[in-house]
């Protein structure tokens, strides 16, 4: 992907094309089609696309695109196809891309700003924030004050979502299902989906299996892991109802003759940290011709809502929150010609916009330490703090303790390090086997712990050496040694017992992941373990004897310095060697607002808000600390729980 202009080298170039318009002003314009300048222009596709383009007085010199909000692997992945399409058409009317077709239309619709401006047709349009705003520390912000006289429409309903993605869907099928009159919008074109690994609770599908989780054992888990910073009502109430809300979604896609898997356990699970196989994820069908879904869980929950009577307002922005005598009465929002509207919802606002791994002023206030430990961000490009912003504005109360969802999944080449540039810059691998405990080092070529555990544990252990990183070292056998660690949830690389797939086979890594990562450097691979020691910046000589003294311990059967179980063992004594340095992938953010068990926001003294909800990565009191990895889907299974309890509450109230 293409990495956007600095702050500093688009300024310089703004001045560039300051220079030449004024000169135009002046009547000395350049003869020629355009006038010459960098111009840029944002444009919405499933996150927010920023196209910048470089002119002379004839054609378009350079294109810059910021893709950096649309879908991993699918609009960012298109980001040199489009350059090189604009480029080759010197036009804004370019081929889309197969599978990007939303991000291809943003990119063109931007382009074409660019070049009018260019032309002197519009106005130029200045893509900066400045600098005093982002050292500021201000993350919440005023509230913004709207004239009465600026709303150009008012739009009346019972219930409102705001954000269609994983839980709003949700809430908007639940409450049109039930007879609610009920609008979900959206700030994007689309709704930013559904995340598919969902977790629930004496399902259908779990009892079919035979697969038995006790509530309360996993409520202890769940605190647990938490350190004691949840509401345990929360995690009881999803526990009650999370097999219905999954039973539902199975009804949905058997409607489409699509088949819900439950990811089942191994009968025989001997693992230090427990596993609750809880994990349920669609066998959504594949377009053989192209490789991309025909449809998505996303789509099929939406085309119900819709057909059951709900509205969908897209390329629409909640601003802020309106309230009237301590209730929240609905939403002012900014629509797709930048005009406001007015929303007034009788019943209740459903905030579920995603949370703020999208906000890096939050994320720096809030939660540096685990910007620390990352090297790549996963979160969907609505996850910009908006809901939780307009919450407090109203007089919400937010988690006093912040953290992240993060995976240990993340190959960056070994001059780079982990930390919010390495995230921005979008340079870095995805390593989806990272999860596998395989051997692992620190800087110094040392192991410094038990591998096998939560994806999260070896991340914060990370906190304590050398660089805020770890190394991964694997041999030639690693197809073997993956099939007997039997991992759980969305690590497994081979079917799970019950004849479930799992998220990504082997062969897919095998065949297509891990010659990409060695190719860009994010994987070195090497004929001995000195060669791959200096491919990997470690000492050789300490290196040597760790993987010695791993492949003894694996001969013995017994790991007596950091006992790991035995059949998590894996020798390096085969050549080709493979290592890679590694760090987290942040998936999203887990503090939010307070809620009660109906979803409703809680004020600064611990009482709910009248006609406020809150639901998804925009609510708090579930998590904490770390996320508990090990129980597949939790928070995608809390979100769509709680998103259909509180869309037939407030369609039923």
């Known amino acids: 992907m293409n990495k956007s202009l600095s702050r500093r080298a688009f300024l310089r170039t703004s001045i560039a094309s300051g220079a030449s318009l004024a000169a135009a002003a002046a009547g000395a314009a350049p003869a020629g089609i355009y006038r010459p300048g960098t111009y840029s222009a944002k444009a919405s596709g499933i996150g927010e696309v920023t196209v910048t383009m470089t002119f002379d007085a004839d054609r378009i010199i350079d294109v810059v695109l910021d893709v950096s909000h649309e879908t991993p ?105 039930a007879g609610g009159k009920v609008i979900g919008i959206d700030r994007f074109a689309v709704g930013t989906g559904i995340r598919e690994d969902l977790g629930a609770i004496d399902s259908r599908y779990q009892k079919a299996w035979g697969t038995k989780i006790d509530k309360f054992e996993f409520i202890t888990m769940a605190t647990q892991y938490a350190g004691g910073h949840i509401q345990q009502d929360l995690v009881k109430l999803w526990c009650d109802k999370s097999g219905e809300a999954i039973d539902w979604v199975g009804d949905r896609l058997a409607e489409r003759n699509i088949e819900l898997w439950h990811e089942s356990g191994d009968k025989n699970d001997e693992t230090r940290y427990k596993h609750f196989a809880i994990g349920h994820s669609p066998k959504l069908p594949i377009d053989p011709k192209t490789g991309k879904f025909k449809i998505t869980l996303a789509q099929v929950v939406e085309q119900y809502a819709a057909k059951k009577g709900a509205r969908f307002d897209y390329n629409t922005k909640m601003v802020k929150l309106e309230k009237k005598n301590g209730r929240v009465t609905g939403v002012i929002a900014e629509n797709a010609d930048g005009k406001y509207v007015r929303y007034n919802a009788a019943k209740g606002v459903v905030v579920a916009t995603g949370g703020y791994a999208q906000n890096w002023k939050m994320m720096e206030a809030l939660q540096p330490w685990n910007l620390r430990i990352i090297g790549r961000s996963g979160a969907l490009p609505g996850a910009r703090g908006d809901g939780i912003r307009a919450c407090l504005w109203a007089g919400a109360k937010m988690d006093e303790t912040h953290s992240i969802m993060m995976f240990d999944r993340t190959a960056i080449r070994p001059d780079q390090q982990p930390g919010p540039d390495t995230v921005k810059s979008g340079d870095s691998g995805f390593f989806w086997i990272g999860s596998q405990p395989w051997l692992k080092v620190n800087a110094d070529g040392r192991r410094f712990m038990n591998e096998s555990g939560t994806y999260e544990n070896i991340l914060h252990a990370d906190e304590y050496q050398k660089g805020h990183c770890h190394y991964t070292i694997f041999d030639s056998n690693w197809v073997k040694y993956a099939e007997q660690f039997k991992m759980h949830g969305c690590s497994r690389l081979f079917p799970f017992e019950n004849g479930a797939e799992p998220n990504i086979p082997w062969e897919v890594f095998r065949d297509r992941m891990l010659p990409g990562l060695i190719a860009k450097g994010y994987v070195q691979k090497a004929d001995t373990i000195e060669e791959l020691a200096k491919k990997l910046g470690l000492p050789a000589a300490q290196l040597k004897a760790t993987v010695a003294r791993n492949n003894e311990l694996y001969r013995k059967g017994e790991d007596v310095d950091y006992g790991k179980e035995k059949h998590r063992l894996s020798a390096v004594d085969k050549a080709p060697f493979y290592g890679a340095k590694n760090t987290g992938w942040m998936l999203c953010t887990m503090d939010g607002i307070q809620i009660n068990t109906n979803m409703n926001a809680i004020d600064t003294e611990g009482n709910p808000i009248p006609g406020l909800f809150v639901i998804g990565n925009d609510s708090g009191g579930y998590f904490a600390n770390e996320y508990p990895n090990l129980a597949t889907g939790m928070a995608c299974g809390r979100t769509v729980t709680f998103g259909r309890i509180v869309g037939r509450m407030l369609a039923k109230a």
Do not use: R, Y
């Not at 891309?97 to 619709?109: D, E, H, L, Q």
């Open 73 to 177: 692997g699918i609009g960012q992945a298109a980001a040199d196809t489009l350059k090189k399409n604009l480029m080759a058409a010197q036009a804004a009317e370019i081929d889309g891309v197969s599978g990007a077709t939303i991000t291809s239309k943003a990119v063109s619709k931007a382009a074409a700003k660019c070049i009018a401006q260019a032309k002197g047709e519009i106005p130029v349009e200045v893509i900066s924030d400045k600098k005093t705003d982002e050292d500021d520390g201000d993350w919440l912000g005023k509230e913004p004050e709207i004239a009465e006289k600026d709303i150009v429409a008012t739009h009346e309903t019972d219930i409102l979502v705001v954000g269609c993605g994983t839980g709003g869907l949700f809430a908007v099928a639940a409450a049109a299902e």
